[in-house]
């Protein structure tokens, strides 16, 4: 009786992988894969998000600073007003704040005009207007559009040329205090209990979707045409800012009605 000996190409004492295992291995790595290329995703997800998002704060703060410059340094002087202008003016002013639903429109001469065009030829006192109008090749969005005029030449009656400030607007309000309370209808200084006054107070609000040239933040890429097809707006995200503007010259008119001593800001 022989006995086989135990050599180097013996298989006993060797341990290997089953079937089994080799899959349970393999199905594990995989999860992890998909694991880590779905968390890069929605990390990329996320920083495309937060671009847009800051993207459209700060049009909406360069916006706002246009509106609330242009207030702060509105004019409004009456033909006999010979305290704040005592020498003879060749030109006119107005405040005129027209509500109409979610697109109001604002009406200004203002001492602080800064053009939106370089080089173009305008100077610091100018006729300026703010208006929400229709977009151009967007079908239902409206934007956010100025006009300035040289303010000695400015026709009252016509807008002048107009230049988009903010893109994909919901809503422009602007509100003046009347003494007591903010006052929901039209501010004209060429007519009625406001003729030759500027509101103590002005406030401002603009309301902006998500700039939509790039996947509208909070909805997924796959579902961001069907949202463009949409109701304009449905579904995005908006952003709202609001700021209360005191008009300089304002100081020494009077009120439209007894003031209080609580204010209502918002």
Same mark, same amino acid.
């Given at each position: 009786m022989t006995r086989r000996g135990r050599g180097i190409f013996s298989d006993e004492g060797r341990a290997g992988f089953t079937i089994i295992e080799i899959v349970i291995s393999i199905s594990i790595l995989l999860a @992890? /894969?998909?694991?880590?290329?779905?968390? @890069?995703?929605?990390?990329? !997800?996320?920083? *495309?998000? @937060? #671009? /847009?998002?800051?993207?459209?704060?700060?049009?909406?703060?360069?916006?706002?600073?246009? +509106? %609330?410059?242009?207030?702060?340094?509105?004019?409004?002087?009456? #033909? /006999?007003? *010979? +305290?704040?202008?005592? +020498?003879?003016?060749?030109?006119?002013?107005?405040?005129?704040?027209?509500? #109409?639903?979610?697109? !109001?429109k604002l009406s200004l001469t203002s001492m602080a005009n800064k053009p939106v065009v370089?080089?173009?030829?305008?100077?610091? *006192?100018? =006729? +300026?207007? =703010? !208006?929400?109008?229709?977009?151009?090749?967007?079908?239902?969005?409206?934007? @956010?559009?100025?006009? #300035?005029?040289?303010?000695? &030449?400015?026709n009252f009656r016509e807008d002048p040329p107009m230049n988009m400030i903010l893109r994909n607007v919901k809503s422009f309000k602007v509100v003046a205090w009347r003494g007591d309370d903010w006052l929901r209808d039209r501010w004209d200084s060429t007519r009625g209990d406001t003729r030759n006054k500027l509101p103590k107070m002005v406030r401002v609000e603009v309301s902006a979707f998500v700039d939509t040239a790039g996947t509208p933040f909070g909805i997924p890429a796959?579902?961001?045409?069907?949202?463009?097809? %949409?109701?304009?707006?449905?579904?995005?995200? /908006?952003? !709202?800012?609001? &700021?209360?503007?005191?008009?300089a010259l304002s100081s020494g008119m009077a009120e439209l009605k007894q003031p209080v001593s609580s204010i209502r800001w918002y």
């Open positions: @992890l /894969t998909v694991g880590v290329v779905v968390m @890069l995703r929605s990390s990329i !997800d996320v920083r *495309q998000g @937060l #671009s /847009t998002q800051m993207r459209t704060v700060r049009q909406l703060n360069f916006a706002m600073e246009m +509106v %609330s410059r242009d207030i702060e340094h509105a004019i409004v002087l009456a #033909s /006999t007003d *010979q +305290v704040r202008m005592p +020498v003879e003016r060749n030109f006119k002013t107005i405040f005129r704040v027209e509500p #109409s639903g979610d697109s !109001d370089a080089n173009a030829m305008e100077g610091d *006192q100018a =006729y +300026v207007v =703010y !208006d929400l109008k229709d977009a151009e090749g967007r079908p239902g969005e409206k934007d @956010l559009f100025r006009g #300035s005029a040289n303010i000695a &030449t400015a796959g579902e961001a045409a069907a949202a463009k097809s %949409s109701e304009p707006g449905q579904g995005m995200a /908006t952003f !709202d800012m609001r &700021t209360i503007v005191v008009p």
